[in-house]
């Protein structure tokens, strides 16, 4: 697991720019027991045997470990352990407690949160509704900058209606909105640290400040990050009294800090090194489908990607089942689609997944059609342009490749680069290349995650989710009804059409849905490992074996 949730979370995240929606966003309500979604009394699996320090390695730095700031997925793992939301994703991808022991949809605009009694932050200060608010207001509040804001855009009010409830009121109808105030788009924080630390929260200096099992004892941006226990979270006293976290980029690297006994959680198990870390002694690769994506992009506002025809010749020069094969060592699913069909649970059933994505045109490996499309372009004897990729994603890397040398047979010249993690999501950012590989990663179970963060055409200038600079009339008119919906079947067949309409355009050539690969060395076992492990507490399903 590496890189984007989706939103600018989600390439830009994103987590990721990685469900099934079990409850129905029209008639929002849930309650739930006093633990943790996801978690248990911080034993993980039950073992008795102590280990004091769980030393991770993750395969990129973090300039900054509020998320809100730097939307990569690996903040997210740090963030997590620190910091709670008011309602969390299960590992089936549904709505469940966290700081919000019950809430409800009370009409089409309005939605009440009661907080759960006793909670506390790792300061001992007590959670308060103010701080839940001031924590929605970091993003919601008019000129908000964050990574978030643009997913409180609707909000017309936040307010604390009680000591323990907060009530948000929309604009408009917004069936998605449920998931807003989730892992993704919200970690909570209290209201006097905000105050305090201002701009210099999560850097080196202010850290975070959350409700969660684990406190930042220290960061160094370009090294590791430190946590210690908090003996007074809410879940059970955490298994470790630490955990030392370390930026470990180079993949072979991290495979002989394994060897060595010297980490005991590696994420982001290479595809064609998954034999070699299964034969580590003791050791254990554990693998699920991640509901994340690896799309190419084309940026639509931008010649020569501007015609159609180029964009067509390119999705026609890739061989998604060639790269899932070689280069992802079967790890991986061709895409046909932006989002996986396993993520239309509650929205649609498996009947009508089944015929919405029989329905959905592809643009199979042809390199004569490709050269056909190009030659029916503005430019029909090619062009050049460049390509990156993160560093901390030598996969995407080498499907690109595959990807040059098959244009290069059609008179296009692309040139793979690959740049750090942090540049590459600046430049994402940015809007200013041709052509990208968005790689995202859903945080929640809701098909619309994806559909109206990247084809929505107001996406382009609210969050800049939207890569491809896509904007068609007809499709952001589908997405907007079905925004404001609130019958489930309705809704999914409005973001089914968009999804159909929007292939014609080729604003995106999906390229594969992945697989997470994370490797447990011999003192350590998990359980729950599956798509949604780590967008929450991940530790406390981590103990010592």
Same mark, same amino acid.
Request: net charge negative.
């Given at each position: ?12 995240? /994103? ?17 739930? /027991?006093?633990?943790?979604? %996801? ?6 699996? %039950? ?16 300039? /900054? @470990? ?31 407690? /966290? ?15 009661? $907080? ?219 895409? *046909? ?29 042809? @390199? ?17 342009? *460049? @390509? ?65 963060? $990247? ?30 919906? *609130?019958?489930?079947?309705?809704? %999914? ?34 359980? %729950? ?10 530790? *406390? ?5």
């Amino acid at each position: 697991m590496t890189d984007l949730p989706i939103s600018r979370r989600s390439v830009l995240r /994103s987590a990721a720019f990685a469900g099934a929606l079990a409850v129905l966003p029209g008639l929002l309500s849930a309650c739930g /027991s006093s633990e943790p979604a %996801g978690t248990g009394t911080g034993t993980g699996t %039950g073992a008795k045997k102590s280990l004091d320090v769980l030393r991770v390695a993750l395969p990129s730095s973090i300039g /900054s @470990l509020d998320a809100a700031k730097e939307a990569g997925i690996m903040n997210y793992v740090v963030a997590l352990l620190v910091q709670e939301s008011l309602v969390g994703v299960g590992p089936d991808g549904s709505l469940q407690p /966290s700081l919000a022991e019950s809430w409800a949809r009370k009409d089409a605009t309005t939605y009440v949160y009661k $907080l759960r009694g006793g909670v506390t932050f790792s300061d001992g200060s007590p959670l308060t509704a103010a701080d839940v608010v001031a924590s929605l207001n970091l993003h919601a509040k008019k000129g908000s900058t964050t990574a978030f804001a643009y997913a409180y855009a609707n909000v017309d009010s936040i307010e604390a209606t009680g000591d323990a409830e907060v009530t948000i009121k929309l604009k408009s109808p917004d069936a998605a909105f449920a998931w807003v105030p989730t892992p993704g788009t919200l970690l909570v924080t209290s209201e006097k640290f905000i105050q305090a630390t201002g701009e210099r929260i999560g850097t080196p200096e202010g850290k975070l400040l959350g409700t969660g099992p684990y406190k930042v004892a220290e960061f160094a941006p370009d090294s590791h990050v430190t946590l210690e226990r908090n003996d007074s979270y809410r879940g059970g006293k955490p298994a470790f009294r630490q955990i030392r976290i370390d930026f470990i980029p180079e993949e072979s690297t991290r495979l002989l800090a394994m060897r060595g006994d010297n980490v005991d959680v590696a994420l982001n198990v290479p595809a064609e090194q998954i034999d070699q870390w299964k034969a580590v002694p003791g050791a254990q690769v554990l693998t699920a489908g991640d509901r994340s994506l690896v799309t190419l992009a084309f940026n639509t506002a931008k010649k020569p990607w501007d015609d159609v025809h180029v964009r067509r010749a390119v999705a026609h020069a890739v061989d998604r089942e060639g790269i899932v094969k070689s280069v992802l060592r079967g790890h991986g699913k061709v895409a *046909t689609a932006v989002p996986d069909p396993a993520q239309w649970g509650g929205v649609l059933d498996e009947a009508a997944v089944t015929a919405l994505y029989a329905s959905i045109p592809q643009y199979g490996f042809d @390199l004569a059609q490709a050269k056909a499309e190009l030659a029916k372009s503005a430019t029909p004897q090619g062009f050049a342009d *460049t @390509l990156t990729y993160p560093s901390s994603g030598p996969q995407l890397g080498r499907a690109a490749l595959t990807l040059a040398e098959n244009l290069k047979t059609i008179g296009i010249t692309l040139e793979v680069k690959e740049v750090p993690l942090e540049q590459w999501i600046a430049d994402l950012g940015k809007h200013a290349s041709g052509i990208y590989l968005g790689w995202y990663f859903a945080t929640t179970g809701d098909p619309a995650e994806y559909i109206q963060q $990247l084809l929505h055409g107001g996406a382009v200038g609210e969050n800049g989710t939207n890569i491809a600079e896509y904007d068609n009339a007809e499709v952001t008119g589908l997405l907007d009804q079905a925004k404001a919906g *609130t019958d489930d079947a309705a809704r %999914g067949k409005l973001l089914g059409q968009a999804l159909v309409r929007a292939v014609a355009d080729v604003p995106y050539q999906p390229l594969w849905w992945g697989e997470a690969a994370t490797a447990f060395g011999k003192a350590v076992a998990a359980e %729950g490992f599956g798509p949604y492990f780590f967008v929450g507490p991940w530790a *406390t399903k981590v103990a010592a074996r």
